[in-house]
């Protein structure tokens, strides 16, 4: 195999250090051209003397002196803020841009990535659930290709593969159900940060482990399938799997479900993505059947995860709803992060910004643009009066 080409996108984030240790892993497979991250300064300059990039983009513009100082003398090409993220996705000469990045923050460089035809490896699912109706079209016209990165979109990717488009029934998408799964609904109002930062069986970066605790994540994998596999909202199911060792599933029309299952490690998904359409030997995620715990399965309890059902409607509803349910989610996210709401206050604000807000059906560009800015103006008004 020729190495394939590598722009990473929050490289210095828990995905983007996972498809680092990817690279590490196969020598000679993979050349890192370039490496993007928010503010991270000191990991991105530890990943470039280690990598050896042809450019790195830092978004964070305040930070970009201390970028300067660290690379003076290095003939590395420095690009900072927003547009410049979007700028990179061109970067000369790529075989795949991993959007690693956090939040709909990496909606353009996602749209940039596909519109210039290039192979996008997404894991960054807040762009695919806000772009939702912008990607369809692009992709018809540049044949670009996204491969998944989340474990999820990843087995149902894979076990699509066992049957025809016209022959799938359902997806069914696994979820863990958090660390509040079996935690009494009255006890919610109690959860504290450090409680819903504590995942059961996955380590991801924070803003990913409170939504695993909300089952706000579950929902917004639900809008992303939409998008990822271009079927409907009601052909997409979920199911509580609390040892996370089945990934998801496809139900294809004579009833056959094909499941992908391995340990959870997300490196197996981002090999998978890298590697396609081969497969490689790899040592993450390797599993023994004889150790393994029962696996069982339950139907998720939408009146205590009320995240999850209202992500089902917005699914349903299309146009600009998951991006309003997005950006509420982003914004409350962040203020129960800073300890300013309840854990119970994310999903009455994701619940209240929704029902304030009036859906465009077949947006554009600057409705979604314009809906994720409204959505949080009204989330921190929500927030500011203490109404969620
Ligand atoms: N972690 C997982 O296991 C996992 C699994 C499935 C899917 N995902 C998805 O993958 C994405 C990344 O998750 P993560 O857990 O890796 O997050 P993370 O650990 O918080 O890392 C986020 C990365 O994005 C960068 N970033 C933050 N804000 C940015 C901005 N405004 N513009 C550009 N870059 C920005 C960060 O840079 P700094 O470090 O400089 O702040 C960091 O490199 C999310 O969409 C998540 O839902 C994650």
């Not at 359409?277 to 696996?295: I, Q, W």
Request: aromatic letters at 8%.
């Amino acid at each position: 195999m020729v190495a394939k080409n590598l722009l990473i996108l929050g490289s210095t984030g828990s995905i983007g250090k996972s498809t680092l240790e990817v690279v590490d892993q196969h020598p000679g497979k993979f050349v890192v051209r370039g490496l993007a991250a928010f503010s991270n300064v000191e990991l991105l300059v530890q990943q470039y003397h280690k990598y050896k990039p042809e450019a790195l983009c830092l978004v964070n513009e305040s930070k970009a002196d201390d970028l300067k100082a660290a690379l003076k003398g290095e003939e590395v090409k420095l690009m900072f803020g927003e547009q410049e993220l979007i700028n990179f996705t061109q970067f000369y000469y790529v075989d795949i841009v991993i959007n690693a990045v956090v939040g709909a923050a990496g909606l353009l460089a996602s749209l940039e990535t596909v519109k210039q035809g290039r192979t996008l490896a997404v894991a960054n699912k807040e762009s695919l659930v806000c772009g939702g109706p912008l990607f369809p079209e692009i992709l018809k016209k540049t044949k670009a290709k996204i491969l998944p990165i989340d474990s999820e979109h990843s087995a149902i990717w894979q076990s699509a593969l066992a049957g025809k488009e016209n022959e799938l029934k359902n997806v069914i998408i696994t979820a863990s159900g958090g660390p509040f799964r079996t935690l009494p609904k009255e006890q919610f109002r109690q959860i504290t940060k450090a409680q819903a930062l504590d995942h059961p069986t996955w380590k991801m970066g924070q803003k990913i482990t409170i939504d695993s605790a909300t089952l706000a994540n579950k929902g917004l994998e639900v809008m992303e399938a939409v998008v990822l596999f271009n079927i409907p909202a009601s052909k997409v199911k979920v199911v509580i799997h609390p040892q996370s060792i089945i990934h998801s599933m496809v139900e294809f029309n004579d009833s056959s479900v094909i499941a992908q299952l391995s340990n959870p490690d997300m490196k197996l998904p981002i090999s998978y993505a890298l590697f396609w359409p081969d497969r490689v030997e790899s040592p993450f995620g390797a599993l023994d059947f004889t150790k393994l715990p029962d696996l069982s399965f339950e139907e998720p309890d939408l009146d205590k995860f009320k995240a999850l059902k209202l992500a089902f409607e917005c699914a349903k509803t299309g146009g600009t709803a998951p991006a309003v349910f997005n950006a509420a989610n982003e914004v409350a996210v962040d203020a129960f992060l800073k300890e300013k709401i309840r854990f119970t206050d994310i999903t009455r604000c994701i619940d209240e910004s929704l029902q304030k807000f009036n859906i465009v059906s077949a947006p554009n560009l600057f409705d979604i643009l314009n809906a994720d800015k409204e959505a949080r103006l009204i989330a921190e008004e929500l927030i500011g009066n203490q109404k969620c």
